[in-house]
């Protein structure tokens, strides 16, 4: 046989993502020197992604809405009982399913033919815009017409985690961005001394989708969730360890930079350029973040209208801290809270 043709034949697809791996890694880091090289030209106004990929980015579109936290409440009442009014279904509460509804379908926990259950509330149209709500929340009675209520929205998913992964990532499986990656991606942050995007755990449990639930997916990682804590040192492992001081840490800081940097130029993976902005932003972070996560700072007012407690995690200490990191330039706060 050939050699020449042998030696291609005993090629494996691991040889070949290996050889690859290097070109599509000078892609990537061409595309960000180039994304750098066009702000240069244009006046510098906008930071290079490559020194910094969370810069603040312009969007596609006029947005008025700059900044988004999201409340994730694991347990809380269902849907049906709040304000998705389904009085179909009331009206056949207590039969059994349609076979149609349930034919070559299989259900977790649920075996032969189901019974339909309709919700015990009453229903209420508030505001000029009409709006269906339930009486289990009157205090949103008032504020409907500031309210945009989303009923078109639907899934097959009815699993715990992959429905949770489905509703952040667009997909029941593990690996894809999350919604606060792709915003961070796509308009960076307003603040270079705290995270694009930020997620608060009132609970002490984890989400059910687990971290991908925040995370990057195949974005670079610095686009992905940055858990703090409202008890203890707001972000572990951020912190200098005992002897260390500040001086010290940069220059320790500084000497990886340039080692980073010159693997950045010879080998071009986009972490690397990840890894020394993620060194730069916990370095900044120690001093930006306790103050920011420091709800003792508020006057007893409005620890009151939120029923927080410095020092107590709860959802409500949480809340008054996604306000303030919206407020200190955050784009992005995810709050899970299992009730």
Same mark, same amino acid.
């Given at each position: 046989m050939d050699p020449m043709l042998e030696h291609k034949l005993l090629a494996t697809r691991r040889h070949l993502l290996g050889s690859m791996a290097g070109g599509i890694g000078s892609m990537a880091l061409g595309q960000l020197l180039g994304d750098g090289m066009a702000a240069a030209a244009s006046g510098g106004a906008m930071p290079s992604a490559a020194a910094d990929p969370v810069a603040p980015r312009p969007p596609h579109f006029a947005a008025r809405a700059k900044r988004m936290i999201v409340i994730h409440l694991t347990g809380s009442p269902p849907h049906l009982d709040l304000y998705d009014h389904k009085p179909e279904l009331v009206k056949h509460s207590g039969e059994d399913c349609p076979a149609e509804a349930i034919a070559g379908k299989k259900f977790a926990f649920t075996s032969g033919t189901p019974k339909l259950l309709g919700t015990p509330r009453s229903w209420v149209r508030c505001g000029e815009s009409g709006m269906e709500l339930s009486d289990a929340i009157p205090n949103l009675h008032r504020v409907a017409d500031k309210l945009c209520l989303v009923k078109s929205m639907f899934t097959d998913q009815f699993n715990h985690a992959p429905a949770e992964l489905?509703?952040? *990532? =667009?997909?029941?499986?593990?690996?894809?961005?999350?919604?606060?990656?792709?915003? *961070?991606? =796509?308009?960076?942050?307003?603040?270079?001394n705290l995270p694009g995007f930020v997620v608060l755990i009132s609970s002490g449990v984890q /989400?059910?989708? @687990? *971290?991908?639930?925040?995370?990057? @997916?195949?974005l670079p990682s610095v686009y992905q969730g940055v858990q703090c804590r409202s008890k203890? !040192? /707001?972000?572990?492992?951020?912190? !200098?360890?005992?002897?260390?001081? #500040?001086?010290? #840490? #940069?220059? *320790?800081? !500084?000497a990886l930079r340039d080692l980073n940097e010159l693997q950045a130029r010879e080998l071009g993976n986009p972490e690397t350029v990840t890894r020394i902005a993620q060194y730069e932003l916990a370095y900044r972070m120690q001093a930006s973040v306790p103050e920011v996560m420091d709800i003792s700072r508020e006057p007893q007012h409005m620890l009151e209208a939120y029923g927080a407690k410095p020092g107590s995690p709860s959802l409500a200490n949480n809340c008054l801290l996604a306000r303030r990191l919206v407020e200190q330039g955050v784009r992005f706060v995810q709050l899970f809270d299992w009730g």
């Open positions: 489905m509703v952040y *990532t =667009g997909s029941p499986r593990a690996g894809r961005p999350s919604l606060g990656s792709w915003a *961070t991606y =796509g308009l960076g942050s307003e603040n270079a /989400p059910n989708g @687990g *971290t991908s639930s925040f995370g990057s @997916g195949f203890g !040192d /707001p972000v572990l492992f951020v912190s !200098d360890p005992p002897g260390m001081d #500040r001086s010290l #840490r #940069r220059a *320790t800081l !500084d």
